[in-house]
């Protein structure tokens, strides 16, 4: 495709658009409410199939749905997988004007600008995690809707410990067991230095059965800093989950990843890797050694690493992260599509799952500014492959609108890949492949899956919907802007 260096129009409002990013009226109507399944039932086996019928499910925010005439009150569209994938038609549209869902839709709350999810009561069906730090003036709440046989429904609040400590509680959301006490966690980050964490053992009733403070090594302040990212994996092969933040170190400003340790005694800081701006990071085995592995992708650099954006990979083990890379990845790598760029923003959005069942996970990597033809900010999704020496540009694929298959036509700021999802959706043991494009339509929104197959994603039997088809309102909605992490 042809490639040219250039200044972008309105690089200012796009700056804030991609950052709310990374780190998502008629018929938004929930299931009814449902009882509480025995207390012996076992635990999800998927931290994200919320009807527990063994097929993972995929959710997605459009933060800007207007609801009951509020503008920018947020919505959240989940679809449920099957044999068949994804559709339109199986999902559940949650608002906070949904029955049972706690609070009400205002102006400006921005409900889903981040996603988690995992079987916080251990009922056997997953639980979704809502953030929406434009609550109350920017005070931000998080909301835990819970799974159950039909779906997700009903609700609760999980409080704020510290509301005057930070802005923006739940800017950032990530469920493990920390304590390896078989108990599902939940890590909450705001704009300040603390990080909560709400202890498993959620009842319906009561919530957490405890929590306690982070104190971190974060730089505080507005929504540029704090905790801009969470993500959960077990880094050392422990068996207890360890956390992940991306965000700035408070005594040099230095934009990077934090890596906490977890254990019985709670979570304790292993590393900090210095990496670049805008800071975002993913969990997933790419080696397929049993220890997580960590990709930070430093999106926004523009000229630390690159003209458009790297990403670095770094290794786990018995000690946890290796401080070294194993590799850094841009569109200048040999064997990587396209060209490194200024401002192409490649690593905006990652997600990593094994797509062809070699055993080793591959990395799904969002492009939200990348050029297709002359089509500006059109958006691109890069597929990079694990191997047994870690994350490797060999057989690397890339996707957007223009590419065969692929439904719709790539146009100028469209931003497919403003968030990617790498997840099982047909159960076939392959992840899938599920893309936001938050710009779709000017700028209603579009959700894309592709399926995972034995040579990497296809683009046989993709598909795509729209707000009207997932029962949302015409208009400016950003549906796709943020998909369950």
């Known amino acids: 495709m042809p490639r040219r260096h250039r200044t972008r129009p309105h690089r200012t409002r796009l700056h804030a658009l991609a950052l709310a990013t990374a780190t998502v009226a008629a018929t938004l109507t929930a299931a009814p409410l449902l009882t509480a399944a025995p207390a012996a039932a076992a635990p999800a086996k998927y931290a994200d199939d919320f009807n527990g019928d063994g097929y993972r499910d995929l959710a997605t925010a459009a933060p800007y749905t207007p609801v009951g005439g509020k503008t920018n009150a947020g919505a959240v569209v989940v679809n449920y997988g099957s044999a068949n994938g994804i559709s339109a038609a199986r999902r559940t549209v949650l608002t906070q004007n949904t029955a049972g869902v706690p609070g009400a839709a205002e102006q400006d709350d921005r409900f889903g600008t981040s996603l988690t999810s995992g079987d916080l009561n251990r009922d056997g069906y997953a639980d979704l995690v809502i953030g929406a730090k434009g609550e109350n003036a920017d005070a931000g709440a998080v909301v835990i809707v819970w799974g159950g046989k039909s779906g997700l429904s009903g609700g609760q609040v999980v409080p704020d410990p510290a509301p005057s400590a930070h802005d923006e509680y739940g800017m950032s959301l990530a469920v493990g067991d920390f304590s390896g006490d078989g108990k599902a966690d939940l890590a909450v980050g705001s704009t300040g230095s603390d990080i909560w964490i709400h202890r498993g053992g959620f009842l319906k009733a009561s919530g957490a059965a405890s929590r306690y403070q982070l104190a971190t090594d974060l730089q505080p302040g507005n929504s540029l800093y704090g905790a801009q990212h969470l993500a959960a994996g077990d880094v050392n092969g422990d068996g207890t989950a360890d956390l992940v933040v991306s965000g700035s170190q408070a005594e040099t400003y230095d934009n990077g990843t934090f890596v906490y340790l977890g254990s019985a005694s709670g979570l304790t800081r292993q590393t900090f890797l210095r990496n670049g701006a805008y800071e975002l990071a993913a969990v997933g085995d790419l080696n397929g050694d049993g220890y997580a592995d960590v990709v930070a992708s430093t999106y926004g650099d523009e000229g630390v690493t690159s003209l458009g954006g790297s990403i670095k990979a770094y ?10 890379p194993q590799t850094t990845i841009t569109q200048d790598t040999p064997g990587v599509p396209g060209a490194d760029e200024e401002s192409d923003w490649f690593g905006n959005a990652l997600s990593i799952a094994d797509i062809n069942r070699d055993g080793y996970a ?17 958006g691109s999704v890069t597929v990079l492959r694990g191997s047994a020496a870690g994350l490797t540009a060999t057989g690397a694929q890339s996707f957007t609108q223009n590419t065969a298959g692929v439904p719709g036509t790539a146009e100028t700021a469209d931003r497919f890949g403003a968030s990617v999802r790498l997840s099982d ?24 899956s592709l399926r995972g197959s034995a040579t990497g994603v296809t683009t046989s039997k993709a598909v795509s919907f729209g707000p009207g088809s997932v029962g949302l309102p015409s208009g400016y909605l950003r549906l796709g802007q943020v998909m369950l992490g």
């Not at 290794?315 to 070294?324: C, K, P, S, V, Y």
């Not at 799904?364 to 089509?375: C, K, M, P, R, Y």
């Not at 076939?428 to 209603?444: F, I, M, Q, T």
């Open 425 to 448: 959706l047909n159960g076939d043991g392959r992840a899938d492949l599920s893309v936001g494009a938050d710009g779709e339509n000017h700028p209603a929104g579009a959700i894309y």
């Open 362 to 378: 591959d990395l799904a990597v969002g492009t939200i500014h990348e050029d297709v033809g002359t089509a500006d900010i059109a």
């Open 315 to 324: 290794l786990g083990g018995a000690d946890g992260i290796r401080t070294q």
